[in-house]
């Protein structure tokens, strides 16, 4: 399989945002160097529109692209890490993205053991029965509180709020971008030219729904493979693929 040079497939859609022409230029798909799984032949005619996301606090950046009006490419890179890739066909995708957020619960926890430490501290120092100066007592204070707004900006920063693209079939979360991210103008603009790019790569595509099916269990194999997905969700996704009536009709 041949993923360092690829040469051109023509695309079913061609479609450019009217409110943003599409830009001809070349791109790598594979920035690991390393065998692509996903599809041979394949080259970045045209880009559709691109989004890019940085959390430098956690050293991450990822690039989100809708090239050719078929494919969406995602690029992550991590600090200290390989940049990871991969592309999708868009009508593989559920065209509604959906809304999540993951809380750092263990740090809620310590924000909040810490909050009431630092309440006791203070009564402690200024109203309990030993007695403090008021030097000592302003500054048990001030790093009582200094701590737990530690630990609250630290809960803040591990706290996400996402927006998730899954699979078409297996219902795989396989897209997940920051919400509002870099900013709510863009973010929203990319989403809804996203979703508009997969209604029509669904609306004219060729492929029938149990080529479709196949399709989606290929390209999740090689996620799964690729370490992206875990094994848990990708023998779900297996399970629900194949309980399709598609797949049931045909077997019958």
């Not at 065998?35 to 430098?56: A, G, H, K, S």
């Amino acid at each position: 399989m041949n993923s360092h040079q690829m040469s051109l497939e023509n695309s079913s859609i061609t479609v450019t945002e009217p409110e943003r022409p599409a830009i001809k230029m070349p791109i790598n798909l594979n920035p690991t160097g390393e065998n692509n799984p996903f599809e041979d032949q394949l080259v970045m005619q045209q880009i559709n529109r691109q989004l890019i996301q940085e959390n430098r606090l956690k050293g991450v950046m990822r690039q989100f692209t809708i090239f050719n009006g078929s494919h969406l490419h995602v690029i992550e890179k991590r600090k200290h890490h390989q940049p990871r890739s991969f592309h999708i066909k868009l009508e593989l995708l559920d065209k509604k993205p959906e809304q999540s957020s993951t809380v750092a619960f263990d740090w809620l926890i310590t924000t909040v053991i810490s909050s009431l430490v630092t309440c006791l501290m203070i009564y402690l120092s200024w109203f309990g029965e030993m007695e403090f100066s008021s030097t000592t007592s302003s500054i048990i204070t001030t790093l009582s509180i200094s701590i737990s707004a530690i630990f609250l900006l630290t809960t803040l920063l591990k706290t996400e709020s996402r927006v998730e693209l899954f699979t078409r079939y297996g219902r795989i979360p396989i897209i997940k971008m920051l919400h509002n991210s870099p900013n709510q103008k863009e973010f929203s603009q990319f989403v809804d030219s996203l979703s508009r790019y997969i209604d029509l790569a669904q609306q004219h595509g060729s492929l029938a729904t149990k080529e479709l099916l196949s399709q989606e269990i290929k390209e999740l194999r090689a996620l799964h493979g690729a370490g992206m997905i875990p094994l848990e969700s990708y023998e779900q996704a297996k399970t629900d693929i194949f309980s399709h009536e598609a797949f049931s009709s045909s077997s019958s």
